[in-house]
């Protein structure tokens, strides 16, 4: 058979997948659809496909869109954030999987898994993941993808494992700013991450590094965060000595001043009221709900 005639042919077979598909939903039940889609792996399709991988790729891609929304229908509940963990889609990793194996490249297909695997599977999410940044080694975006993941599982941890995780997305952020054409707020979360999971000298290093740079953004970037680091420790220390104070009268002091010597021995800086002050200049206050010191809520510096 010539070759002209045999990709004819392969054409219109994949062509027809659409509609047959469509004829198959309206007859069987769907979870034996789902079961039997299962047995086509991705290297299946992709000997099945006889070199038109990118073709069979748009079409995994249209049904694996397909398949997300018609659950999210099914379900009955509001189209909203988070909503899709609580539905089972047991063929989105598989589908996904597919896509990818048939074109290493499909850069929707890995930020798609991306937005919805890390809530229902983190491992898998990564794995995917992962796997687009080794066959696209200079998109940064999935680099970016992989620290947001561990950025969020670090924000519902707590102690070493929250820092693992902030480490982790440290790691991935530093990895993906060296990457040609990313965004210079990539090396500012590295950063970020580093301050957040403990590692402040660290961070401290980065950002002082940063206020040499050519770009406005990036300097001014770092010097906010460095800012914000001095802030972090300067509560820490205002919080020792309220926790002291706090101890030793079993009740919290009824306002800061009354703790100015102890502030100024400590060379934190201190207004005209003998209140110390941020690096803006703003006043720390008291929340007595806690005893702990606060930022101004009109304070420019970051939380």
Known sequence: MKPAKLISIIIIGLAFLYPLQRRIDRTNPREAIDEEMLYLSGSTVKKMSLGLESLAADIYWIRTVQYFGRKLLDSGRPISSGVSKEIRMDLLAPLLDTIVTLDSHYISAYRFGAMFFPERDMPAAIALLEKGVRENPNEW???????????????????????????????????????????????????????????????????????????????????????????????????????????????????????????????????????????????????????????????????
């Not at 902030?166 to 965004?183: C, D, F, L, N, R």
């Not at 402040?200 to 990036?218: C, G, K, M, P």
């Not at 703790?259 to 005209?272: G, H, Q």
Request: charge should be neutral.
């Open 141 to 303: 975006r999935l680099y970016q993808d992989i620290a947001y993941i561990y950025w969020q599982a670090g924000n519902n941890e707590t102690g070493e494992k929250r820092a693992d995780y902030y480490a982790k997305a440290a790691e991935w952020y530093g990895k993906g700013s060296e990457v040609p054409g990313a965004m210079w707020w990539m090396r500012d979360l590295a950063g970020y991450m580093k301050l957040q999971g403990g590692s402040r000298e660290a961070a401290r290093a980065i950002y002082s590094s940063y206020l040499t740079s050519d770009d406005e953004n990036v300097r001014s970037q770092a010097l906010s965060r460095l800012k914000q680091m001095r802030s972090l420790e300067e509560r820490e220390a205002i919080d020792a000595v309220l926790a002291r104070y706090r101890e030793q009268t079993g009740a919290c002091p009824s306002d800061l001043r009354l703790l100015a010597p102890k502030f100024r021995a400590m060379n934190l800086t201190l207004n005209d009221e003998m209140i110390p002050v941020d690096p803006e200049g703003f006043r720390y206050y008291l929340d007595q709900s806690d005893c702990r010191s606060k930022l101004a809520i009109e304070s420019p510096i970051p939380r």
